[in-house]
């Protein structure tokens, strides 16, 4: 039998960098102001903590794995813009306060490392250093996502997600997974890690979903309740940003994360699922997109062969699919 890899070093330097840009966000997490936020073209914001925790992901990678390429989803090219210094000083004095005799052009460039367009037979980690910034600006869930991908397979999943309910602890976790290795938590407050499996058998008030949050006009909830009610699940989902939807399957509180497209022509980018899906599977679920299809990450920035999300406990999964078809297709 083959042996998998363990990318023991990997793992170590992804969490450190995770765990650092999740104290970052969570002292910075409701203390922006209008000038922080900005629209991107595609009309998503992006704000002061996104910039700041790329570039302190991005150095901690650098440092680490000099060879290693970045994707990440933002880029330098607004804070360069002389019109927007203010808010670059901003980014700046984040980043000086956790090292002091950084040079801004240091900065910058770190966030820049993150120009990779992936693709296959190459390696590279995808970053999304704000996963649901509108959550994050709500003053709501968000996570802080990284991944390692090898030859068009994710490798090596950490989801940091700094205000997810725990219980019996304060809420925040990160999330981990290696291929072939498991998935683990560690618990913010103790720093305890545990093993984390998706849930098993009766649900006798039905089955837990999960889905985008309430105020996404991406997801189609009209659809996903259909389904739900297709599939006899409670009726009340956990409606949250993020890929804290993956983490909160991985951990056994939902069964099942629906997302459903609004438009057919959107592609779902890979950093908004590469991390969540080798969590969700190391836990024992199934992952695939809404035509049964597994995702397929070496494809450039989008799951370009892939429409919308369906993850699960891996038991429900046929009837889940069956469930979609009938509602969908
Ligand atoms: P969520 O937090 O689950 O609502 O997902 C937020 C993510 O959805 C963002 O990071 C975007 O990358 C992604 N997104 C943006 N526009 C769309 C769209 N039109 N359809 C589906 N997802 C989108
Ligand atoms: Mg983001």
Known sequence: MRMTQCYTRERQVAIDAVLQACSLARRMQGTLEALDIVNKEDLSPVTITDFSCQALINMHLAKAFPEDEIMGEEDALFLRDPSNKLIKAKVVEQIEHLFPHIQESSILDAIDRGGSPGGPNRRFWVLDPIDGTKGFIRNDQYAVALALIEDGKVVLGV????????????????????????ATLLYLDSKKETAVHVRHGKMPDGVIYCEPHKSSSSHNHPAAFKIANFLKAHPEPFQLDSQC??????????????????????????????????????????????????FDFSRGKTLSDNFGLLVTNKELHEKALEAVRHVLF
């Open 159 to 182: 989801l940091g997600c700094p205000r997810l309910e725990m219980k019996g602890h304060t809420p925040g976790g990160i999330f981990s997974a290696v291929k072939g290795h498991g």
């Open 245 to 294: 939807k993956y983490a909160v399957v991985a951990k056994g509180d939902a069964a099942i994360y629906l997302r459903i497209p609004i438009s057919n022509s959107y592609r779902e980018k890979i950093w908004d699922h590469a991390p969540g899906k080798i969590i969700v599977e190391e836990a024992g679920g199934q992952v695939s997109d809404l035509h049964g299809k597994p």
